[in-house]
């Protein structure tokens, strides 16, 4: 069994940065891969980024590479997710993931057992 518990969301102007952390506890954690996802009023929850177990390997969405970074310690059980150049578009409320692979988490996230509730993130322009 895997717990997350999300922070680090809150108000930041357009252009700016924040950092999310996700908190886990059990003792797999540092075998499963990590996700972050996000959920606009509206719209269908979204893949934003994932990382591999290890740390070796990360996939982001579209959107947001070149400005999003995704990194884990798992001496601390904590996944991140450094946002900089922040856009209006990126208001949502995001949410930290634990599932097998990357690829799972990327492509049949609606079967991912472990998740967080979830931390808003608002962008103003």
């Known amino acids: 069994q895997v717990q997350l518990v999300e922070s680090g969301g809150g108000l930041v102007q357009a252009g700016g940065s924040l950092t999310l952390s996700c908190a886990a506890s059990?003792?797999?954690?540092?075998?499963?891969?990590m996700g972050w996802f996000r959920q606009a009023p509206g719209k269908e929850r979204e893949f934003v980024a994932a990382?591999?177990?290890?740390?070796?390997?990360?996939d982001y969405a579209d959107s947001v590479k070149g400005r999003f970074t995704i990194f884990k310690n798992n001496a601390k059980n904590t996944t991140y997710l450094q946002m900089n150049s922040l856009k209006p578009e990126d208001t949502a409320v995001y949410y930290c993931?634990?599932?097998?692979?990357?690829?799972?988490?990327?492509?049949?996230?609606?079967?991912?057992?472990?998740w967080g509730q979830g931390t808003q993130v608002t962008v103003s322009s």
């Open positions: 059990g003792r797999a954690f540092s075998s499963y891969a």
């Open positions: 990382i591999r177990w290890s740390g070796s390997s990360t």
């Open positions: 993931a634990a599932d097998l692979s990357v690829d799972y988490l990327k492509r049949r996230h609606d079967r991912t057992n472990y």
